[in-house]
């Protein structure tokens, strides 16, 4: 039996650059394999690796996983969630029946009540307040086929822009930063650009923590004969951070600064691809005025990193032969984070390093089927990547829609989540339906958001399989079925699109939310301007053959990809067409980017402002299949830390742990190894407090306070690091709110990607209790892992120290 809850990535199969990643398949059974009665093909759903795996079924019922050692993303390989995640569908709390609250408190109905309601209010408020009043906030954890009706039921049939997913808080930068450099979402590369790089720049990804599977790839590569060369931009020793050539243990929310340094370096060590930047972008001229104003000392001072090390870096990324860049959280959840992730983008066009093998940026996924929520259009655009500002494109939707263009809302951006909820506070929106997320743990500043969701005048719809902290807010739930209970595709960060077969069915009532949506339609009575349904699907498929239709011509074009195509597969990346029917390895390969007026999925924004350019201005400056570099200039925070509140507070992910823990807190392996919060400080901060390992401590900002036991691994003085995992469901009394990191958290997001800065809280400590008094034990910590971590390969230096904190002319 596999162990990846203590051996995380497994044993190393180290291989050299251009050599097939070997495989190795994981599996884990409760059953002798004898006993398997059927394997049913599928991906892993926790996270936007996307896995291949196999669900082992007997009797009805989930016996185990086996990693698919034909698939192109993880050769057999599996992590701890993949693992042991699938048995939290067989927990005995699933939601079974429909909810609906009676005299303040929810109870057990049939379907038939439920919809009824459901439908009632929607009617009534469409019918007082108009469509504008209509909101719905969904995942990215469902599957494009569900979105995809969520899009036609929202734009379509009601009319509204309020559709939007919880990848606003998840890669709405990725989508920005793409679109804005490249002119449409969608990551060039592909897996296998890590089995052919020779330097990997890793900037606030915290890969090994959070895509076990990609780091395996890595590490293997980073243990074979050829070891590619490793920067890692991080504020946190992370693991992959202890394997690095050079460690940028960057001041958390300085990220442009850093990235315009090492641009800066990389120009003054000569080291532009000269040509390839005339022929194939615009906007050097500009870019390199900015970075010219970044030297490494000024950066230091700024970023609290040697100038020595940015030196170094700039020099491995200014040696690089083939570079893949990733990019995650730690730029997405910042300030200034479509800037910064754009500066990653700079690096490999500078470089030329686009479009070839072993050359890409990966502006990464998290949730796995966040790519789908972007490209069906139920997050800020239109399906099929279009400009909702291009009226062809939304002539073609209409079309395919058979609905009038006024129809489909075009007249602004649709709404960003974050708009969504102070709709809601404002009571403009009076029905807001919440599928797969929960945001009463999520979203930032939980009070605000319990205040605003349990608004009276607000109508709360959620669909989700657990009780979630956010179901309790709400006046109907709905019961749904999880992964392995449903059929539909999804796609992960490469582009590479799995078909998840239904294996066993959902427990008691419960409904996919493909075919409670379809029941939505129809009870509404939703219609094209013939008068025939909006939504004529039987089941996912016809679903699926529609909205792949639709991307016909568009750059995520899956035309071809059937779910015959995807049955049996190791998966099929995207473009997928009648002329490349095995689907595309990388995009760009001709150097020519989706950037021109006619094509681009937007017309960009500045990059401070967030102002939206119009076509007009877009025309005047067409990009005509160049890619762009944008320049920006670094801002500090505007929310800085002072005496009141010294310390900057970042919030981020456990190994052990999905989100706020509805699956992997109801599987026992997984739940023990990380059972409940800890507050992670560097030693020189606690200190002044008495604060020892263990001891209870509160962390309060201006928002709000939470209290755990301290760890005292922190790598960074003045960087205090709290997973977002644990909220109050399975807690003892759920109305002690001091858990959940998102109580210290504020409302504010990057102007052009809307994206909620979750990373950058100014806090302050107190010691609450002695570890033997009232401190909790802290199991499994992510250090205690790292030591199975393979071994550093020779010629690896050690990680820089950082500069004093104190030290630096610049505001803060
Ligand atoms: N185990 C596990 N895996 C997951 C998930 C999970 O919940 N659990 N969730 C999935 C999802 S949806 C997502 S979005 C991804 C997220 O995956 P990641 O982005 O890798 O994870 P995070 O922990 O959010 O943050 C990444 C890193 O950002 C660093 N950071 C903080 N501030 C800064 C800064 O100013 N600059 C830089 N450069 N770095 C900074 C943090 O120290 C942290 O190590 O993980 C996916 N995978
Ligand atoms: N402080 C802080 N906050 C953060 C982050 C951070 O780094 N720091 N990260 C942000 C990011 S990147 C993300 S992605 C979000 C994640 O935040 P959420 O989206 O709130 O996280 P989950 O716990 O995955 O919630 C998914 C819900 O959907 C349910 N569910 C699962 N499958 C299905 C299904 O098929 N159908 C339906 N209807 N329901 C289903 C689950 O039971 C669960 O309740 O959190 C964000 N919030
Ligand atoms: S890396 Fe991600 S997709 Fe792969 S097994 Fe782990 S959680 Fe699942
Ligand atoms: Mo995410």
């Given at each position: 039996?596999?162990?990846?809850?203590?051996?995380?990535?497994g044993?190393?199969?180290?291989?050299?650059?251009?050599?097939?990643?070997?495989?190795r398949?994981?599996q884990?059974?409760?059953?002798?394999?004898?006993?398997?009665?059927?394997?049913?093909?599928?991906?892993?759903?926790?996270?936007?690796?996307?896995?291949?795996?196999?669900?082992?079924?007997?009797?009805?019922?989930?016996?185990?996983?086996?990693?698919?050692?034909?698939?192109?993303?993880?050769?057999?390989?599996?992590?701890?969630?993949?693992?042991?995640?699938?048995?939290?569908?067989?927990?005995?709390?699933?939601?079974?029946?429909?909810?609906v609250?009676?005299?303040?408190?929810?109870?057990?109905?049939?379907?038939?009540?439920?919809?009824?309601?459901?439908?009632?209010?929607?009617?009534?408020?469409?019918?007082?307040?108009?469509?504008?009043?209509?909101?719905?906030?969904?995942?990215?954890?469902?599957?494009?086929?569900?979105?995809y009706?969520?899009a036609?039921?929202?734009?379509?049939?009601?009319?509204?822009?309020?559709?939007d997913?919880?990848?606003?808080?998840?890669?709405?930068?990725?989508?920005?930063?793409l679109?804005?450099?490249?002119?449409?979402?969608?990551?060039?590369?592909?897996?296998?650009?890590?089995?052919?790089?020779?330097?990997?720049?890793?900037?606030?990804?915290?890969?090994?923590t959070?895509?076990?599977?990609?780091?395996?790839?890595?590490?293997?590569?980073l243990?074979?004969?050829?070891?590619?060369?490793?920067?890692?931009?991080?504020?946190?020793?992370?693991?992959?951070?202890?394997?690095?050539?050079?460690?940028?243990?960057?001041?958390?929310?300085?990220?442009?600064?850093?990235?315009?340094?090492?641009?800066?370096?990389?120009?003054?060590?000569?080291?532009?691809?000269?040509?390839?930047?005339?022929?194939?972008?615009?906007?050097y001229?500009?870019?390199?005025?900015?970075?010219?104003?970044?030297?490494?000392?000024?950066?230091?001072?700024?970023?609290?990193?040697p100038p020595?090390a940015?030196?170094?870096?700039?020099?491995?990324?200014?040696?690089?032969?083939r570079?893949?860049?990733?990019?995650?959280?730690?730029?997405?959840?910042?300030?200034?984070?479509?800037?910064?992730?754009?500066?990653?983008?700079?690096?490999?066009?500078?470089?030329?390093?686009?479009?070839?093998?072993?050359?890409?940026?990966?502006?990464?996924?998290?949730?796995?089927?966040?790519?789908?929520?972007?490209?069906?259009?139920?997050?800020?655009?239109?399906?099929?990547?279009?400009?909702?500002?291009?009226?062809?494109?939304?002539?073609?939707?209409?079309?395919?829609?058979?609905?009038?263009?006024?129809?489909?809302?075009?007249?602004?951006?649709?709404?960003?989540?974050?708009?969504?909820?102070?709709?809601?506070?404002?009571?403009?929106?009076?029905?807001l339906?919440?599928?797969?997320?929960?945001?009463?743990?999520?979203?930032p500043?939980?009070h605000?958001?319990?205040?605003?969701?349990?608004?009276?005048?607000?109508?709360?719809?959620v669909?989700?399989?657990?009780?979630s902290?956010?179901?309790?807010?709400?006046?109907?739930?709905?019961?749904?079925?999880?992964?392995?209970?449903k059929?539909?595709?999804?796609?992960?960060?490469?582009?590479?699109?799995h078909?998840?077969?239904?294996?066993i069915?959902?427990?008691?009532?419960?409904?996919?939310?493909?075919?409670?949506?379809?029941?939505?339609?129809?009870?509404?009575?939703?219609r094209?301007?013939?008068?025939?349904?909006?939504?004529r699907?039987?089941?996912?498929?016809?679903?699926?053959?529609?909205?792949?239709?639709?991307?016909?011509?568009?750059?995520?074009?899956?035309?071809a990809?059937?779910?015959?195509?995807?049955?049996?597969?190791?998966?099929?990346?995207?473009?997928?067409?009648?002329?490349?029917?095995?689907?595309?390895?990388?995009?760009y390969?001709d150097?020519?980017?989706?950037?021109?007026?006619?094509?681009?999925?937007?017309?960009?924004?500045?990059?401070?402002?967030g102002?939206?350019y119009?076509a007009?201005?877009?025309?005047?400056?067409?990009?005509?299949?160049?890619?762009l570099?944008?320049?920006?200039?670094?801002?500090?925070?505007?929310?800085?830390?002072?005496?009141?509140?010294?310390?900057?507070?970042?919030?981020?992910?456990?190994?052990?742990?999905?989100?706020?823990?509805?699956?992997?807190?109801?599987?026992?392996?997984?739940?023990?190894?990380?059972?409940?919060?800890?507050?992670?400080?560097?030693?020189?901060d606690?200190?002044?407090?008495?604060?020892?390992?263990?001891?209870?401590?509160?962390?309060?900002?201006?928002?709000?306070?939470?209290?755990?036991?301290?760890?005292?691994?922190?790598?960074?003085?003045?960087?205090?690091?709290?997973?977002?995992?644990?909220?109050?469901?399975?807690?003892?009394?759920?109305?002690?709110?001091?858990?959940?990191?998102?109580?210290?958290?504020?409302?504010?997001?990057?102007?052009?990607?809307?994206?909620?800065?979750?990373?950058?809280?100014?806090?302050?400590?107190?010691?609450?209790?002695?570890?033997?008094?009232?401190?909790?034990?802290?199991?499994?910590?992510?250090?205690?892992?790292?030591?199975?971590?393979?071994s550093?390969?020779?010629?690896?230096?050690?990680?820089?120290?950082?500069a004093?904190?104190?030290?630096?002319?610049?505001?803060?």
């Amino acid at each position: 039996m596999s162990d990846r809850i203590v051996d995380v990535w497994g044993p190393r199969t180290p291989y050299s650059s251009g050599a097939p990643w070997p495989i190795r398949v994981d599996q884990r059974l409760t059953v002798p394999e004898a006993e398997v009665e059927r394997w049913v093909p599928t991906a892993c759903v926790l996270c936007s690796n996307g896995c291949g795996l196999d669900i082992a079924v007997r009797q009805g019922r989930m016996v185990g996983v086996r990693g698919r050692a034909g698939d192109r993303v993880n050769h057999g390989r599996l992590g701890p969630k993949g693992l042991h995640g699938w048995q939290a569908n067989a927990s005995a709390d699933r939601l079974t029946q429909p909810l609906v609250r009676t005299d303040g408190r929810l109870r057990p109905t049939d379907w038939d009540t439920a919809m009824d309601l459901v439908v009632d209010r929607s009617r009534q408020v469409l019918h007082d307040r108009g469509p504008l009043a209509l909101g719905f906030y969904t995942s990215g954890q469902l599957f494009a086929e569900e979105y995809y009706a969520q899009a036609l039921i929202a734009r379509g049939g009601i009319g509204t822009p309020h559709l939007d997913g919880n990848t606003r808080l998840c890669t709405a930068t990725a989508a920005s930063a793409l679109i804005e450099t490249f002119g449409s979402d969608g990551n060039p590369g592909s897996y296998t650009d890590i089995d052919q790089c020779d330097t990997l720049l890793l900037v606030g990804h915290n890969v090994a923590t959070t895509q076990t599977v990609l780091w395996a790839r890595m590490l293997d590569r980073l243990t074979g004969p050829d070891r590619p060369r490793l920067v890692v931009v991080d504020p946190r020793a992370t693991p992959a951070a202890r394997e690095a050539d050079v460690h940028l243990a960057l001041r958390p929310g300085t990220n442009v600064a850093l990235l315009n340094g090492l641009l800066h370096e990389i120009i003054a060590q000569g080291r532009v691809a000269e040509e390839w930047v005339r022929a194939h972008t615009t906007g050097y001229r500009e870019l390199a005025r900015v970075v010219g104003e970044y030297p490494p000392e000024r950066v230091s001072r700024i970023c609290g990193v040697p100038p020595d090390a940015i030196r170094d870096a700039a020099h491995l990324l200014g040696t690089a032969r083939r570079l893949v860049s990733t990019v995650l959280q730690g730029v997405y959840q910042s300030h200034q984070a479509t800037a910064a992730a754009i500066q990653v983008n700079n690096i490999n066009l500078l470089r030329g390093m686009i479009g070839r093998p072993g050359c890409t940026v990966f502006q990464m996924n998290g949730q796995p089927t966040a790519q789908n929520t972007r490209e069906t259009g139920a997050d800020g655009n239109l399906p099929g990547f279009r400009n909702w500002q291009n009226p062809h494109h939304v002539r073609e939707i209409a079309e395919a829609w058979n609905v009038e263009p006024s129809r489909i809302p075009h007249w602004g951006p649709p709404t960003p989540a974050m708009e969504i909820l102070r709709y809601c506070a404002e009571g403009s929106i009076g029905f807001l339906w919440v599928t797969g997320t929960n945001p009463a743990v999520s979203l930032p500043d939980l009070h605000r958001v319990r205040s605003v969701l349990g608004r009276g005048g607000l109508f709360l719809v959620v669909s989700d399989a657990f009780r979630s902290e956010t179901a309790e807010l709400a006046d109907v739930v709905l019961p749904t079925a999880l992964w392995g209970e449903k059929t539909g595709c999804f796609t992960n960060t490469d582009r590479t699109v799995h078909l998840s077969e239904r294996a066993i069915d959902p427990p008691g009532e419960a409904r996919a939310d493909f075919d409670i949506l379809l029941d939505y339609a129809r009870r509404m009575d939703l219609r094209d301007k013939d008068g025939r349904p909006l939504l004529r699907w039987q089941g996912p498929e016809e679903a699926w053959q529609d909205f792949t239709a639709l991307t016909r011509g568009r750059p995520c074009d899956q035309s071809a990809l059937s779910y015959e195509r995807l049955r049996g597969g190791g998966g099929i990346q995207w473009p997928c067409t009648h002329r490349a029917p095995e689907g595309t390895e990388r995009l760009y390969t001709d150097h020519v980017f989706p950037t021109g007026t006619d094509r681009c999925e937007d017309f960009g924004h500045d990059l401070d402002t967030g102002a939206q350019y119009s076509a007009d201005e877009h025309r005047a400056h067409d990009p005509a299949g160049r890619a762009l570099l944008r320049a920006a200039h670094y801002r500090p925070s505007p929310d800085p830390v002072d005496e009141e509140y010294p310390l900057l507070l970042t919030t981020g992910r456990l190994v052990h742990h999905w989100h706020t823990r509805t699956k992997t807190g109801r599987v026992p392996e997984l739940d023990q190894a990380a059972p409940d919060l800890r507050i992670e400080l560097h030693p020189d901060d606690a200190r002044p407090f008495g604060i020892t390992d263990g001891d209870l401590v509160r962390v309060r900002s201006r928002h709000g306070d939470i209290v755990g036991p301290a760890t005292l691994s922190g790598h960074r003085p003045g960087t205090v690091f709290v997973p977002f995992h644990y909220g109050y469901w399975d807690q003892a009394d759920p109305g002690r709110h001091t858990r959940a990191a998102n109580e210290v958290t504020h409302t504010a997001w990057d102007p052009v990607s809307k994206q909620p800065v979750f990373k950058l809280t100014p806090v302050r400590l107190r010691k609450v209790a002695d570890a033997a008094v009232g401190g909790r034990p802290v199991v499994i910590s992510e250090d205690a892992l790292s030591a199975t971590g393979g071994s550093t390969a020779a010629g690896a230096a050690p990680a820089p120290e950082a500069a004093p904190e104190s030290a630096g002319d610049e505001p803060r």
